[in-house]
């Protein structure tokens, strides 16, 4: 049964960057066809899907969040891992990893992790 589950900090100060990694149990990142998604949920609104990487390493961005974002992977380790530059407030959220089938469609929840808060604050 693939698992997979955030970590990082909770809160980062306006300007920075925001990173946390994925760690997935289970599977292996670099086997079959999938996509290894990060989605975010900001207070009182939707889900947002922010990007991906193919079993491949091929990389798939949001074009909103293009410019900051980065997805890197350390297949060692069976990781992955979300970079966002330059956050504001309005980069607050509950940032989820995911393992997905289509690239820019936000996974079925069958296999997410439990999601981890992330305040932009000063």
């Known amino acids: 049964q693939v698992q997979l589950q955030e970590s990082g900090p909770g809160l980062v100060k306006p300007s920075q960057t925001l990173s946390l990694t994925c760690t997935v149990s289970?599977?292996?990142?670099?086997?079959?066809?999938?996509?290894w998604t990060w989605i975010r949920q900001p207070p009182g609104k939707g889900l947002e899907w922010m990007g991906a990487m193919a079993w491949s390493g091929v990389t798939y961005y949001s074009p909103s969040l293009k410019s900051r974002t980065s997805i890197s992977r350390d297949t060692s380790k069976n990781q992955f891992t979300l970079q966002l530059s330059s956050v504001t407030p309005e980069d607050t959220a509950v940032y989820y990893c995911?393992?997905?089938?289509?690239?820019?469609?936000?996974?079925?929840?069958?296999?997410w992790g439990q999601g981890t808060q992330v305040t932009v604050s000063s």
């Open positions: 995911a393992r997905g089938l289509i690239p820019g469609r936000i996974p079925e929840r069958n296999y």
């Open positions: 289970g599977g292996s990142i670099t086997a079959g066809y999938y996509y």
